[in-house]
């Protein structure tokens, strides 16, 4: 399924990752599992590590379950999962099991969510949380255009314990 790699070994390019293909933010345990699409975050070196971030608004259902696990996992598909990412997006986990709607299949590592069909698996481990706070905004006009119902992220710095890419 899965092959474990060094995270210098990553081919791909974090902007096109993130930005352009999406990825999927889940976590959760053996129970129950929750993911939604993201397109804010980063990859690069914090305290020492390598580390991810990612963003969540404080109304998505997968929030509860980032905020409850220790860790999380962030993966990555080619371009046929599109309309799947949509999806995953778009839809709440609390109104329906988003995981079995979308198709997916889910595979616990070391303790994490993954799903089996992504090209690149990031298992993350929580490292700081923090609300992005308005008043520390520069730029006056982020608050206007990417907050409008004051619905502020919370930023997760995370250090990355293991990449996974599929074999």
């Given amino acids: 399924m899965f092959k474990e790699i060094k995270v210098s070994e990553i081919q791909d390019n974090p902007f096109k990752l993130i930005g352009k293909d999406w990825m999927l933010i889940t976590a959760g345990n053996e129970e129950k599992v929750n993911a939604m699409t993201a397109s804010w975050g980063g990859v ?3 305290w020492g590590k390598p580390a991810a971030t990612c963003y969540i608004r404080p109304q998505r259902c997968t929030k509860t379950f980032v905020d409850r696990e220790e860790r999380f996992s962030l993966a990555f598909f080619d371009d046929s999962y599109r309309k799947m990412l949509n999806y995953m ?4 986990g609390a109104d329906e099991d988003k995981i079995k709607g979308s198709g997916l299949n889910v595979s616990m590592v070391d303790g994490v969510p993954v ?3 992504a090209k690149l698996v ?3 481990r929580k490292q700081f949380a923090q ?4 008043e520390n905004m520069i730029d006056p006009e982020i608050d206007g255009k ?3 119902d004051k619905d502020y992220h919370t930023m997760y710095i995370a250090q990355i ?3 996974l890419i599929k074999e």
């Fill in 131 to 134: 609300r992005l706070d308005p």
């Fill in 122 to 124: 990031l298992i993350c």
């Fill in 44 to 46: 690069g070196v914090m």
């Fill in 89 to 92: 997006g778009s839809v709440s």
């Fill in 115 to 117: 799903f089996e069909e």
């Fill in 146 to 148: 990417w907050y409008p």
């Fill in 161 to 163: 314990e293991k990449v």
